[in-house]
């Protein structure tokens, strides 16, 4: 439990201070990464992003945190931790948390992963 929390705390501080760059964006949200949590070891990338809905889901969120891993070779990304907020910007209550990292899928071309994925492995 000491441990989740000093995790908690942890991210709570890297995003008090995000530096967030747009890399998506639709009619129902927006998504963001920030600039500060990029990660290179090789050809891979982590990084932090944030997706800010303009209405509330179903589920109860008006936001979300995601842990992603892109391989910039081979233009595959894999989601590390996600986490549902019921508030903006990360804020508010939890509502939904995985801490699995899902399978290994291929970035398809023209979608938000290919901007984000493009936007992290060249800078």
Known sequence: MKAFICLWLLLSAC???????????SPGNTS????????????????????????????GFLSTRSHKEL???GLQERTMQFMAFTESK??????????????????????????LLHMVCSD
């Open 90 to 115: 990360g804020k508010g209550k939890t509502v939904g948390e995985v801490n699995e990292a899902n399978t290994w899928e291929s970035v398809q071309p023209g979608t938000r992963n290919s901007r």
């Open 15 to 25: 995003f008090a201070q995000a530096e967030l760059r747009q890399f998506g964006q």
């Open 32 to 59: 963001y990464y920030d600039t500060n949590t990029v990660h290179r070891t090789g050809n891979k990338v982590q990084v932090w992003t944030v997706t800010e809905f303009r209405q509330r889901e179903a589920a």
């Open 71 to 73: 391989d910039c070779k």
